[in-house]
Every structure is written in structure tokens, then in C-alpha cells.
């Protein structure tokens, strides 16, 4: 089964800062990588899916990169309301669909 | 309005079982690949199963021998039974729809499982 690396598992960042997360798939899934927000309490929402398209109302900060094995998410500017823990996941591909183990994002 | 509802979560004892429920509405369920995703009390999300719109369904290899997916077209319902509950199982269980290859869309809010004696 390919596992989903991410990291940092947290970080730690003013308001403003760029803040970037990667994943690492153990073999190559071509650009089938969706990243997800959860904000405590909530459902997870998705941000980006095929890598680098931004989910509709999804704020342009958020972007997304990458193809094959390794993926980022950046967020160019932090703000207040970013505050969450970020996953990425494989899908559209054979299962287990698995997901990343989180990235806690947090501001300083 | 694409709307997700999971119903039958609760408390039960080691060794048993329970069923799932998860209504949808806005759309078929029979035309979507349908899943189920967990949550263990501040852990993160673990993918459990998925209903492919043909029919064929996969399985985490931490739950496979003991919980099925089903669903219901008539009752546009998805289900997930689970046997041999193990207090690891314990967790929030999301339904969760993957829109035509786009990631997961549309999720519920969840419905709480505990296992424990």
C-alpha cells in the first residue's frame, strides 16, 4: 500500500507569514492529491484537489503543487482564520485511499 | 443541497456490533463512489471504505474480515456494518462523497462510535 507522509506534523507562524506543508507519497500517484482543512470542531473541507486546482470559495491564498511522489501546500499569507489541521490525501486511485497524518498549524 | 446525515453510532462492548447509517439527499448515491472516514478522539483521519458507483467495494486493512459497506438505493442510504468491535474502533465515522474524481466534497457530520466494556 503507498503511504502518505506529511510534514512538518506542526508548525508555528505569524500572521502574514507564507507557510508551507508537503506530502510525500511512498510510490507515485500522478496528480491525484487532494489537501483537506480541519478546523477543531468541524468537518474536514476540501481546499485542493488534483494536486494544484482550488476548490470553489477557497480562498486564492491557498495553493497547491507538485506531481508523482511529493506535494505542497502553501498558504502565501497566514491569516487568524487558517488556524486548522491540514491533511493531504490520495484518491481516485486504487485504495486504501489513505490519508497524510496532519500538519497543526497554529499562530505565534 | 447536497446533504449528508450519519445515524446509528452509540456505545457498545467490545466483541460487538453495530450498523452505520448515512442518508443522503441532493444527489444519488448509486451514481457516486460513496466512503466512509474515521476520526479517533484527537487522532487524525483514517480512511475506512469505499462503495464504487459499480458496486465494488474496498476496505482499510485495519477493519477488512469485519465491518461491510452497503447501500440502499430505494432509501438513498449508505451503511456500514461492523463486527468484532475493538475499542480502537472507537471513533467518529464521516460519510463522505467523492465528487466525479474531485476529492471528497460532500462530508457529514459524523456519528460517534464507542467501544468500550
Known amino acids: 500500500d503507498i503511504q502518505m507522509t506529511q510534514s512538518p506534523s506542526s508548525l508555528s507562524a505569524s500572521v502574514g507569514d507564507r507557510v508551507t506543508i508537503t506530502c510525500r507519497a511512498s510510490?507515485?500517484?500522478?496528480?491525484?492529491l487532494a489537501w483537506y482543512q480541519q478546523k477543531p470542531g468541524k468537518v474536514p473541507k476540501l481546499l485542493i484537489y488534483?494536486?494544484?486546482t482550488l476548490q470553489s470559495g477557497v480562498p486564492s491564498r491557498f495553493s497547491g503543487s507538485g506531481s508523482g511522489t511529493d506535494f505542497t501546500l502553501t498558504i502565501s499569507s497566514l491569516q487568524p482564520e487558517d488556524v486548522a489541521t491540514y491533511y493531504c490525501?490520495?484518491?481516485?486511485?486504487?485504495?486504501?485511499?489513505?490519508f497524510g497524518g496532519g500538519t497543526k498549524v497554529e499562530i505565534k | 443541497e447536497v446533504q449528508l446525515v450519519e445515524s446509528g453510532g452509540g456505545l457498545v462492548q467490545p466483541g460487538g456490533s453495530l450498523r452505520l447509517s448515512c442518508t443522503a439527499s441532493?444527489?444519488?448515491?448509486?451514481?457516486?463512489?460513496m466512503n466512509w472516514v474515521r476520526q479517533a478522539p484527537g487522532k487524525g483521519l483514517e480512511w475506512v471504505s469505499v462503495?464504487?458507483?459499480?458496486?465494488?467495494?474496498y476496505y482499510a486493512d485495519s477493519v477488512k474480515g469485519r465491518f461491510t459497506i452497503s447501500r440502499d438505493i430505494s432509501k438513498n442510504t449508505l451503511y456500514l456494518h461492523m463486527n468484532s468491535l475493538r475499542p480502537e474502533d472507537t471513533a467518529v465515522y464521516h460519510c463522505?462523497?467523492?465528487?466525479?474524481?474531485?476529492?471528497?466534497?460532500?462530508w457529514g457530520q459524523g456519528t460517534l462510535v464507542t467501544v468500550s466494556s
Open positions: 488534483g494536486a494544484s
Open positions: 441532493g444527489f444519488s448515491i448509486s451514481d457516486n463512489h
Open positions: 462503495l464504487y458507483s459499480d458496486g465494488s467495494t
Open positions: 463522505a462523497r467523492d465528487y466525479y474524481a474531485t476529492g471528497f466534497q460532500h
Open positions: 510510490q507515485g500517484i500522478s496528480n491525484y
Open positions: 490525501q490520495k484518491y481516485n486511485s486504487a485504495p486504501p485511499l489513505t
